[in-house]
């Protein structure tokens, strides 16, 4: 497709990453008739990450279409505290960017335009009119924004910050099962833990990660922190492949309505549409979700595109209160370097109760079930932190 279009496409999908690449490909799937371009600023699809998620986060339906993008399975995974280890039976899953980035350009070709910055996006009666950063034009019905999370006034965060390097050993690592989270490392910076994926018997990714409240990420001190742990387990013979960085939102608090508001119109997906797991980040689920719900909508003009991006959003973040709640006291109710105490005390929970909470499906006695027992922070504190507002006057 050229870049500029003399009639206009259906859908125009800013940016490549994991949401609009659903999309994507649920539309090609369900509504064939329907054209779209999908617009990357960046060299490449999908760019340089990992995505994750749990097995029982998607529905069996979400899963076999999902499937051609799964990279990596394995059948349990590890958690790991000073005072619990546990294993946990349920599936964990990733995709790599790179099968991610091949599929959608099989299936797509010249329907992908990468190196295509779209520097404004106007509204022209029924039209939408995208101007590129070289000047060029593309008119669309709709438009779908999902070029990520940009900070603004109306969302109280925290944030989930990591560098991870992927790395060929030069001997069989023997690791057999994912580690989630290792919060046995030393706690600095905010909640701490190292996250290891075994890719081949000879490839580990081993990720440096925080729940901070800064968004810098210290990216030597984390390289300075992986050789350590590797030196640790003794997986120091090998070569780095690559690495990945990221810096995801972690929900506190806000006001969703006026985030909404802020768009004027433009629909959104993924980060943009603030569509992501509030405690944990993980932002597959629900781009796998809203990707079903776009491909299966009876209309797709702008208009009705923003009203369901809207609507998925906003309902998602007045089902997922309790996790903002818990983000609260996890960064505000207690000393950083003990904040790891938070995911450990939950960690005693039957499993299935784990593997709501990181589906955001919890039930009423779920919640219940996580608020029991010893609490990790001192009761003075959470009643604090529970009864202060949002910036602008709003709780949760």
């Known amino acids: 497709m050229s870049k500029t279009t003399d009639r206009p496409v259906d859908i125009a999908l800013i940016g490549g990453g994991l ?24 060299p490449e699809l999908g760019g340089n990450h990992t995505w994750s998620f749990h097995g029982e986060d998607l529905t069996p339906d979400e899963l076999r279409w999902f499937a051609p993008f799964v990279t990596y399975r394995w059948d349990r995974n590890l958690v790991r505290f000073p005072n619990r280890h546990r294993r946990l039976s349920s599936a964990y899953l990733s995709v790599s960017s790179e099968r991610f980035r091949a599929l959608l350009n099989e299936r797509f070709g010249d329907r992908v335009q990468t190196s295509s910055s779209v520097e404004a996006v106007e509204r022209e009666g029924e039209e939408t009119r995208l101007v590129l950063q070289d ?16 900070p603004g006034p109306h969302l109280s965060l925290g944030f989930q910050k990591f560098l991870g390097q992927e790395i060929e050993l030069a001997a069989p690592h023997g690791v057999a099962e994912p580690t989630i989270m290792d919060a046995t490392v030393p706690q600095d910076d ?30 030597d001190g984390s390289r300075a922190k992986i050789d350590l742990y590797r030196r640790d387990h003794g997986w120091l013979e090998g070569d780095l492949v690559r690495e990945e960085e990221g810096v995801l939102p972690i929900a506190l608090s806000g006001d969703i309505d006026a985030f909404w508001a802020d768009r004027e119109g433009l629909p959104a997906s993924g980060l943009s549409a603030a569509l992501f797991h509030p405690t944990t980040g993980y932002s597959l689920p629900d781009a796998v979700h809203l990707a079903d719900r776009i ?102």
């Open 190 to 219: 905010g909640y701490r833990f190292v996250y290891v994926l075994p890719l081949t018997p000879t490839r580990l990714l081993i990720e440096d990660t925080y729940y901070a409240d800064a968004a810098a990420l210290d990216r």
């Open 135 to 150: 000047g060029a034009q593309i008119r669309a019905r709709a438009a779908l924004d999902g070029r990520g999370y940009r």
């Open 19 to 42: 949401a609009n690449g659903l999309v994507a490909w649920r539309l090609a799937e369900l509504r064939p008739e329907l054209s779209f371009v999908l617009l990357e600023a960046g």
């Open 295 to 396: 491909a299966t909508l009876p209309d797709h003009s702008n208009a009705a595109l923003f009203d369901a991006t809207r609507r998925q959003s906003i309902d998602a973040w007045a089902d997922r209160g309790f996790f903002r709640m818990l983000n609260r006291l996890l960064y505000l109710a207690g000393d950083p370097a003990e904040r790891y105490r938070i995911l450990e005390h939950f960690y005693r929970l039957p499993e299935p109760v784990v593997s709501r909470f990181y589906a955001a499906r919890l039930t009423r006695g779920d919640k219940l079930r996580i608020l029991t027992g010893k609490p990790p922070v001192s009761v003075r504190s959470a009643l604090r932190v529970l009864a202060s507002r949002h910036p602008q006057g709003a709780y949760a």
